[in-house]
């Protein structure tokens, strides 16, 4: 057994206790220490009860506290008469006095102690309850007083008789200990504010006080009474217990707060079997005080007989009581009864009770709306048949861990409960979702189930949307995710299955389709390229939809590469057969990316990053397949990631670039090739390099193209350009058209247009002096939104141009659909069209093709004086590069507008170029445009008929040197 340490300071009270019963049993070894241990010790006892209590009264707090106090002075007068009988018989020597202060500090502790008890008693709800507790008070206080009456009251009074205040103070002592006692035993006192044990501890010294002053006052006991014999030691005890309780439950219970009612009204105490037995204890006191009064041969003492009559007369009213309490508790128990049974029988929920072996034993009604059963049929039968197998396991479990727990005793708390899940057969045989609250009951069970189907498959279903795509009915990407993770996380105890690959797959041309066919169209289209893929892939792979036309596949298991490469390319080859939707044919066709996972995964990388790592690559490959021509199949490799990054970077640089404003404007003239006017001038940015050099960006504007950065460049270019172009009119300069080079997704940018009309608005340059040429003309797809940004421009006054003609910039689809004002050759064209007769000869029909649209034309990239001379001879209008001038700053292009003109070469035939030019004209069978003015007609927007100024549109950038070399100054 072990010993607790809290048990210590009880363990040390007892000890002490029985050492003073053992000194006072063998007389303390001498007379004196008797006297001092027999006065003085039962003096210390009472100083230490007193202190004790004191101290608890001033430290607790509530309605105990006056109790404890009281408590403390009424020991206290105990220590005041010990300590006084002491100093008579230890320090003088002589006997105590009759009539001395020791007697009336003795007679002040019963009252002062029957105070306190009253204020720590538990006060009666109703009339009734005090009633009782004034019977049982009486009871008690009458039956003792009879049976000390009968045995020695009536004895000392008789004998007192000639001293009515010795009699009085006589009288006083037995009584006082007889009401203390009444009170001890027919009150209830609170104990559920933490402090019970200390109570009780209270209790049982008062108890012990009053038994040994009623043994002190019988008279044979009196009469040989002298300090320190065993006597003492009872008295000694019940100081010590009283020194003991404020301190008895400290640290066990914590304060309860809680009312003792639940829902707010009071519950009912039903009364313990000790004060139930406590009138009728009492009657049989007080009989047998009558008893040894009759046979002992006394004559009828009169105190005795009214005395137990009323003691008679209170039994029986309170008996009466008692029945009337009983019937009214009867009606009130039926009434709840009634009440329970209606709110069970009406309950949705199942109730039900079972045995300890599980068979039922009580069925509500709500079976038959639930289960679809009888109660009846229910009854008798066991609750595991009707749980699904798969459950049984885990119910039985879930109950045995409810009946191994021990329920908490606290006040306040209830019996321990679970709640359990599992599958119940209906009367349909069909198994239903049921939720049970288990509770302990008596030997058994008690269990309040409801149905939860619809909660369930509810839960099933949003579960099943949070991971699934809505429209295809795949995985979504959380769900593709997941997997990936897991996959990931296991590859390397799977040695024999350790390919693990991404696949990304994107639908080129499904925008075009949505965009013409409409978006259910699109959607239909999207549903049957997820049947493709859910039946070209493996029944292990997983196939999800990430949004839009973006899907992608999990492959994992024995495949090498060249496998997963060959699953592939059947995946592009599924996705791009023809879609029969609506009673038409649509095709689309993949772009897929590839990434595969490392075959020695490392152990301390998370699996969410590395998931998150081959979802990147297989879709950079994507990218890739896209940007190399769409409709192929392209496998991931550690270069495409390093490339990203350099042009990521390139794109902060240039952002950089552009918010600190390391870009210069430059110009290139535009001149003539007839007449060496300058007809034009051509925006073209520098980066200003740490060291002061001139860097052309040429290989931001590759590289950054798609990125924001490359928009920014944009519009800063378009606002530098137009700003600086406004500032040149004026008297002294004639106006020319001011060019500015735009790529076909920068132009289609969100708000590129809006930019266009605000600065040319904000600065007053008019419209027809800024003409946008076309770097790139971009995929197909988006040829329809380039054609409205280009109309709009026109119709705003703003000349179009496509430049790079011959290398990438144009095609002859592109110029029959978009509307253009001006075509320029590119210089890959113009390098070689004076030693090369076959590119001379591809120059020439451009050339042609775009005088036959009504083009302007135009060359960039002529920096040699015979290439000039060619092109005179091929009818090209003008020409910009080296041969001409290098691209200028603001001060020397004003220069340049003053001078106008630029000197042409002679031709070899001494034709001059004005004739060469209209010979040229004339043998190609074109139209020479008039120097005055020209009228477009372009076959594909005849509203956009207008007349342009006659020195033409300039062309963008390009005219000067592109590669990323310091540019001297002019």
Known sequence: MNFHPRRLPGLLLVLLCLGYALGAAVGWGSPELALFMGDFGLAGAALAAAISCLLHACAADGPARPAWLLFGLSSSM???????????????????????????????????AIIGLTVLAQRPRTAAGWLCLLLDGWLVAGSLFTLSWSLALGRVAAGEGEDPLRLALNLAYPVLDILLVSLVVGLRFRGRDGNRAAVHTAMVGLAVTVVCDALFTSPALRSSYHSGELLD??????????????????????????????????????????????????????TAGILYNALGGHALDRVVLASACTVGLALIVRQGVILLDNLSLTQELAQKEAHFRSLVQGSSDVIMIAGGSGVLSYVSPASIGVYGRDPEELVGGNLLNLV?????????????????????????????????????????????????????????????????????????????????????????????????????????????????AVLFLDLD????????????????????????????????????????????????????????????????????EPYWIGGAELGVAASIGIAFAGCDPDPGVDPQAAADELMRNADLAMYRAKSEGKGRVVLYHPAMRAELDRRTELEERLRVAVQEGSFTLLHQPVVDLATGAVTGVEAQARWRSAQGLLLTPAEFLRTADQGDAATRFARWMLQ???????????????????????????????????????????????????????????????????????????????????????????????????????????????????????????????????????LVTGAEGVDQPRQVTALQEL???????????????????????????????????????????????????????????????????PDLAERRPAPGPSWGPGGGPHSETAVPPA
Not at 903 to 927: H, I, T, V, W
């Open 78 to 112: 105990v220590a005041i008469g010990n300590g006084t009988w002491g100093w008579y018989e230890v320090v003088l020597g002589t006997t105590l006095p009759e009539g001395s202060p020791a007697e009336y500090a003795f007679l002040l502790f019963a009252p002062l």
């Open 720 to 854: 530098e350009t137009v700003t600086a172009a406004a500032h040149r009119v004026g008297p002294r300069l004639v106006p020319v058209p001011v060019s500015i080079r735009l790529s076909a997704q920068r132009l289609c940018a969100p708000g590129m247009y809006e930019a266009v009309v605000a600065v040319l608005r904000e600065t007053g340059l008019p419209a027809e002096l800024l003409v946008i040429e076309l770097a790139r003309t971009g995929p197909d797809e988006h040829a329809d939104e380039l054609g409205r940004r280009l109309a709009a421009l026109r119709r705003h006054g703003v000349s179009t141009a496509v430049a790079g003609f011959g290398a990438g910039g144009g095609s002859l689809g592109t110029l029959a659909r978009l509307p253009f004002d001006a075509l320029k050759l590119d210089r890959s064209l113009v390098q070689d069209v004076a030693d090369s007769r076959l590119t001379r000869s591809l120059a020439g029909h451009a050339l042609r093709l775009a005088r036959d649209l009504g």
């Open 233 to 286: 030691a009872g008295w000694f005890a019940g100081s010590v217990l009283l020194a003991w309780a404020p301190w008895a439950s400290r640290g066990r219970f914590a304060p309860s707060r809680e009312h003792p009612s639940v829902g707010g009204a009071p519950r009912r105490r039903v009364s313990s079997t000790f004060s139930a037995l406590t009138p009728y204890v009492a009657a049989a006191v007080c």
């Open 509 to 576: 041309g499904f925008k075009a389709v949505n965009d013409s066919a409409g978006h259910q169209v699109g959607d239909e289209l999207l549903v049957q390229a997820a049947r493709r893929l859910q039946h070209a892939v493996r029944s292990g792979d997983t196939v999800a939809r990430f949004g839009g036309d973006e899907f992608a596949a999990l492959v994992r298991g024995r495949l090498g590469r060249a496998q997963v490469h060959e699953l592939a390319e059947r995946l592009r080859s599924a996705l791009s």
């Open 388 to 500: 699904h197998p798969e459950d049984v396991d885990r119910v039985l479990r879930e109950v045995r861990r409810l009946m191994a727990d021990r329920p908490v005793r606290r006040e306040g708390a209830g019996e321990p409960s679970a709640r359990v899940e599992c599958r119940v057969r209906s009367g349909n045989d069909e198994w239903l979702h049921v939720e049970s609250t288990v509770n302990r009951y008596r030997d058994g069970l008690i269990l309040n189930s409801r149905d939860v189907t619809e909660r369930v498959i509810l839960q099933a279903q949003l579960q099943h949307n949070a991971f699934h795509d809505p429209l295809t009915d795949l995985p979504n990407r959380a769900l593709f995710t997941q997997r990936l993770r897991t996959s990931l996380s296991s590859v390397d105890g799977y040695p024999d299955e350790a390919t693990v």
């Open 875 to 941: 009818g090209c209008r003008q020409g910009q590069g080296l041969a001409f001038a290098q691209p200028l700053d603001e001060h020397r292009l004003r220069r340049a507008l003053l001078r106008r003109v630029y000197p042409l070469p002679k031709q070899a035939n001494g034709l001059s170029a004005r004739r060469a030019y209209l010979a040229a004209d004339a043998r190609s069978g074109g139209r020479p445009e008039p120097g005055g003015s020209r009228v477009v007609h372009h076959q594909n927007a």
